[in-house]
C-alpha cells in the first residue's frame, strides 16, 4: 500500500509541472525585461523634442511601437512584445506627451505632424529596411495614417483597439458607448462638467482645461484619466485607479488627447477608410477585445474588411487595455507573424 500511494503522488506531481508551466505561461507571455542601447531627443520643430529610443538587436528587424493617447507615453513593458534577439526595437513619446519636450504642449500638435515625427525618426536612425508598425489604440490611428503616407516603408502592422477618429466613434466614446456599460462612471464625470453652449463634450472639457485657473485644469484632467482609465479594463476597482495619481500627473494625457477629439482627431471624415486601397498590400493583424467600449469590435470589423491581406483577432473576455488578459499574449504571437 505505501508503495502505491508513492506512485499516486509522483503522478500528480507530473501532471502539476506542464499545468503550472502552461499557467505561467499564460500569465506572462513577455519577453524578459530589457534595457535601451541608445536613448535621446530627436528636435522635430522649433518647439518639439521627441523622446526616442532603441533596444534588442541592432541588426534585427526595425519594429517601431506607437503609444496610445494621445498624450500618453511608451513604456519599458512596450519593449517586450518582440524577440530582442531578432527585433530593433523603437519606441518614442509623441510630441508633448511622455519625456518629450516641452510637457503637454499643444502648438504645432496635430496627426500630420506625429506621422510626420515617425518618418524624421526614421531618417535620424538611418532605417531603410521596411519597418513593422505596431500600435494600440490612438497608435493603430498613427500607424493607419503612416502607411497610407508612406506604403512602400511598412512591412506589416499589429493593431489592437481600432481607432479611426470618426464622428461615430468620439459619440460612443464620450457619449452613450460607455454610459451604456459604465454609467456611472460617465456620470461622474459629467456631472463636473457644465453645459456649454454650441460645443461638443470634448470641446467643453478642453475648455476647462485650457482654464486660467490651475485648480480647474488640475481637477479636470485627473477627472478625464480617471474616466478613461477606469473604463479600459473589464475589471479595474477605483482604488486602483486613484493610486495611479500617486506617481503620475495625467496633464498631457488629458490635454493632449482632448485637444485632438475636440478637432475631430484633424482628419478628414472615413479618412483612413477611405484611403485603405493605398495598403491593400500590407500584411496586417488586427486584435481587439470583445468588451473595449472605447475601440469597439465594430470598427476593427470595418477595417478588416476593407484590408483583404488582414486577419482579425477578437480576444474575448477582455477589454480596451493593452495588458488586458489575452491582449498582450495575442500582440506576442501576433508579432512572431513578423519574424
Known amino acids: 500500500m505505501p508503495r502505491y500511494r508513492a506512485l499516486l503522488v509522483l503522478l500528480f506531481a507530473l501532471l502539476l509541472v506542464p499545468c503550472g508551466a502552461a499557467a505561467a505561461e499564460e500569465a506572462s507571455p513577455l519577453f524578459p525585461e530589457i534595457e535601451p542601447y541608445e536613448s535621446g531627443h530627436l528636435r ?174 488640475k481637477k479636470i484632467a485627473k477627472a478625464w484619466a480617471a474616466y478613461e482609465t477606469k473604463v479600459a479594463f473589464l475589471q479595474r476597482s477605483d482604488a486602483d485607479v486613484e493610486a495611479e495619481f500617486a506617481t503620475w500627473d495625467p496633464t498631457a494625457f488629458s490635454r493632449i488627447e482632448n485637444h485632438y477629439m475636440a478637432r475631430d482627431c484633424f482628419l478628414e471624415p472615413d479618412q483612413l477608410l477611405r484611403d485603405a486601397s493605398k495598403i491593400q498590400d500590407i500584411p496586417v493583424v488586427i486584435i481587439n477585445g470583445r468588451y473595449d467600449v472605447i475601440c469597439p469590435p465594430k470598427t476593427a470589423y470595418k477595417l478588416h474588411k476593407a484590408l483583404p491581406k488582414s486577419q482579425l483577432w477578437i480576444v474575448e473576455a477582455a477589454g480596451h487595455a493593452g495588458s488586458e488578459p489575452g491582449i498582450q499574449a495575442a500582440l506576442v504571437k501576433a508579432v512572431k507573424t513578423f519574424e
Open 44 to 217: 522635430v520643430s522649433e518647439i518639439h523634442e521627441i523622446y526616442y529610443e532603441q533596444s534588442g538587436n541592432p541588426q534585427g528587424k526595425p519594429v517601431f511601437f506607437l503609444h496610445g493617447g494621445p498624450g500618453g507615453s511608451a513604456a519599458p513593458v512596450s519593449r517586450r512584445l518582440y524577440d530582442p534577439k531578432k527585433f530593433r526595437i523603437v519606441l518614442h513619446d509623441q510630441r508633448g506627451a511622455g519625456r518629450s519636450r516641452p510637457f503637454a504642449d499643444l502648438r504645432d500638435n496635430t496627426t500630420q505632424h506625429l506621422v510626420e515625427d515617425i518618418e524624421r525618426l526614421r531618417k535620424h536612425l538611418q532605417i531603410e529596411d521596411k519597418i513593422l508598425l505596431v500600435g494600440g489604440s490612438w497608435g493603430s490611428t498613427l500607424a493607419l495614417a503612416y502607411a497610407e503616407a508612406h506604403p512602400g516603408r511598412v512591412a506589416g502592422m499589429v493593431l489592437r483597439g481600432i481607432y479611426l477618429g470618426t464622428p461615430e466613434e468620439m459619440e460612443s466614446f464620450y457619449g452613450h458607448g460607455v454610459a451604456a456599460y459604465f454609467p456611472e462612471v460617465s456620470d461622474r464625470l459629467w456631472s463636473q462638467v457644465p453645459e456649454m453652449p454650441g460645443k461638443t463634450r470634448p470641446q467643453r472639457l478642453l475648455a476647462l482645461l485650457e482654464s486660467p485657473d490651475p485648480e480647474v485644469r
